[in-house]
C-alpha cells in the first residue's frame, strides 16, 4: 500500500499579533524572522493518520509539499515521525497560489509518483482555512472523498472512516484509492523522537519542478484575492471613579445597565 500525504508549510499561528505582517501590493504575508514557519497543524493530524494506517498495514508514506523556498528543517518534521520520503515542488511559479491550482499541481505530482492508494490532507490550512485542497485533488484524480475525518482504518481493498458531525459521527466506507481529510479529532501527530530527528537529517529529500510534472505553468486560477489587511481595531477605554468604593461601584453599575440599553 502507498499513501501520500499533503502537507503545507504556514506561517506559526501561534506567533505574536505584533509579528504578522502583511505586503498589501503582493498581497501576501510577510515571515517573520523571529517565528520559524510550521507545518499546518490540520496536516499533522493527517500525517498521524496515515502512519497508523502505516503501523497497521506496513504502508508506504510519502509527504508532499508545494511552494517556494520551502524550510526543508520544518518540512522534514514529517521524516522524523516516520514517514519514509519527502518531496518538494519548488519553483518560482509556485510563490502564490489559490487553493484549487494548488491542488491541481499536487494531483500532478501525485499521478507522477503512481500507484497511490490513499490520499490524506489536512480538513484546512492553517493560513487560509479554505478546507478545498484535499477535495479538489480527489476531483483531479476522479477517486471518492471522504473529509473530516476522525479516525481511518482500512481492510479488504476499502477504506472505514469516522467521520465527524456537529452532534457526532457518522462511518463511511469508500474503495480504494481514496482521498480523506482529517480533523484535528484525529489526534496530534506522535512525538519526535531525538533519533527519528538526527535519521530524518540523513535522508535526501526530493525537489521537483513543474517541469517535471509536465507542466509550463501553474494551470489558471479559478480565485482571485482582491484585498488583503489587517482590520484595524479601536480601544476605548473610560475611568469610572467615585468618592469611595460603594460609590464607584454604583456609578459602574448604572453605567452597564446604560451600554446595555443601547
Known amino acids: 500500500m502507498q499513501i501520500v500525504v499533503c502537507i503545507k508549510q504556514v506561517l506559526d499561528p501561534e506567533m505574536p499579533y505584533s509579528a504578522f505582517k502583511i505586503d498589501p501590493d503582493e498581497k501576501r504575508a510577510i515571515p517573520s524572522q523571529g517565528t520559524p514557519p510550521v507545518i499546518s497543524p490540520y496536516d499533522e493530524n493527517a500525517l498521524e493518520a496515515a502512519l497508523r494506517v502505516k503501523d497497521a498495514h506496513g504502508a508506504t508514506v ?37 487553493s484549487f491550482t494548488s491542488a491541481s499541481i499536487l494531483a500532478a505530482a501525485i499521478r507522477k509518483i503512481g500507484g497511490v492508494d490513499l490520499v490524506f490532507t489536512g480538513r484546512q490550512a492553517a493560513d487560509w482555512d479554505a478546507g478545498i485542497a484535499g477535495c479538489a485533488i480527489a476531483e483531479e484524480l476522479r477517486m ?42 484525529l489526534g496530534e501527530l506522535r512525538q519526535v523522537t531525538m533519533q527519528g530527528l538526527i535519521s530524518a537529517q540523513k535522508k535526501p529529500v526530493k525537489s521537483w519542478k513543474l517541469s517535471d510534472l509536465k507542466l ?17 481595531r479601536k480601544r476605548v477605554c473610560q475611568i469610572i471613579s467615585g468618592e469611595n468604593a460603594e460609590d464607584t461601584a454604583v456609578k459602574l453599575a448604572n453605567r452597564l445597565f446604560e451600554e446595555s440599553r443601547l
Request: hydrophobic share 40%.
Open 62 to 98: 510519502i509527504a508532499l509539499s508545494l511552494g517556494n523556498k520551502l524550510a526543508r528543517s520544518v518540512l522534514k518534521k514529517s521524516l522524523a515521525a516516520g514517514v519514509d520520503d519527502l518531496i518538494l515542488i519548488e519553483d518560482p511559479a509556485t510563490g502564490s497560489l489559490d
Open 144 to 185: 471518492p472523498c471522504i473529509t473530516v475525518a476522525r479516525k481511518v482504518s482500512v481492510q479488504n481493498g476499502m477504506v472505514r472512516v469516522e467521520r465527524l458531525l456537529s452532534d457526532g459521527f457518522e462511518v463511511v466506507e469508500a474503495p480504494l484509492p481514496c482521498a480523506i481529510t482529517v480533523d484535528s479529532d
Open 216 to 232: 509550463e505553468s501553474p494551470p489558471p486560477p479559478r480565485c482571485e484575492l482582491l484585498e488583503l489587511y489587517i482590520p484595524k
